[in-house]
């Protein structure tokens, strides 16, 4: 069983420009959880997804950032119009929901956004 | 609000020691508390997973204990080696998420 698959692992923007994070969980998980980690900081909770719906989004942004997790295919953390500040790791986790609240998370490698 | 806080932020031991390694959290209020590896550079590593209920994990040389209500927890690991070396973080989750700490910085000197 695979991992959590992230891309890009590293993704290089220029001011102004969009990055899209792709997020696969593991075959059977049905929660998408996407974290940040700016650098020299703890990891922080951005937005919680299950398929289809946007669970909590209470740690985004309110601007130029944006998460979905469609019917198929991956999910999608999208940054518009990308800062330096927005330069950092970001991480995906996956659960299987089947637990709730008391399942764990499974952490995938993360992409590396460096904003020029 | 859930603050997460670990102490030491860095630890150097010889190889061989056994050391603890401390997290305290402000609301006790938690579904479960996991402590994770990461590597420079890398993602994160599930180390162990312990429930509101439970009051310690052990896998191979690692074991972590849980007073949910003082709010802390640690991780002891045995007989430490070089390839323990690594930032160690603790997370809590009230549900919904995990609250993260810092991590503890540990070098493991040969």
């Known amino acids: 069983n695979a991992g959590v698959m992230q891309n890009p692992r590293h993704l290089v923007r220029r001011r102004g420009q969009e990055a899209r994070l792709r997020c696969s969980p593991m075959?059977?998980?049905?929660?998408v959880y996407w974290y940040r980690q700016l650098p020299e900081e703890g990891l922080k909770f951005m937005v919680y997804?299950?398929?289809?719906?946007?669970?909590?989004e209470s740690g985004m942004p309110k601007e130029r950032f944006s998460a979905e997790f469609p019917k198929e295919g991956p999910s999608i953390l999208r940054i518009q119009q990308v800062v330096r500040g927005d330069s950092a790791a970001y991480f995906c986790?996956?659960?299987?929901?089947?637990?709730?609240?008391?399942?764990?998370?499974?952490f995938g490698p993360g992409t590396r956004l460096t904003v020029l | 609000k859930q603050e997460v806080t670990q102490i030491p932020a860095a630890l150097s031991v010889p190889e061989g020691e056994n050391l603890v390694l401390n997290c305290s959290f402000t609301?006790?209020?938690?579904?479960?508390l996991q402590w994770f590896r990461q590597d420079p550079g890398k993602g994160l590593t599930s180390l162990l997973l312990?429930?509101?209920?439970?009051r310690e994990q052990t896998s191979g040389r690692l074991n972590a204990s849980l007073d949910k209500s003082s709010g802390r927890s640690t991780l002891y690991i045995a007989a430490s080696q070089p390839g323990d070396s690594a930032t160690y973080l603790c997370?809590?989750?009230?549900?919904?998420?995990?609250?993260f700490g810092t991590g503890t910085s540990l070098t493991v000197i040969p």
């Open positions: 986790a996956s659960s299987p929901g089947r637990g709730g609240l008391t399942d764990t998370q499974y």
């Open positions: 075959k059977g998980h049905s929660h």
């Open positions: 997804l299950q398929k289809e719906n946007i669970i909590d």
């Open positions: 609301d006790s209020a938690i579904y479960n």
């Open positions: 312990i429930q509101s209920s439970q």
């Open positions: 997370a809590v989750n009230p549900g919904n998420q995990f609250y």
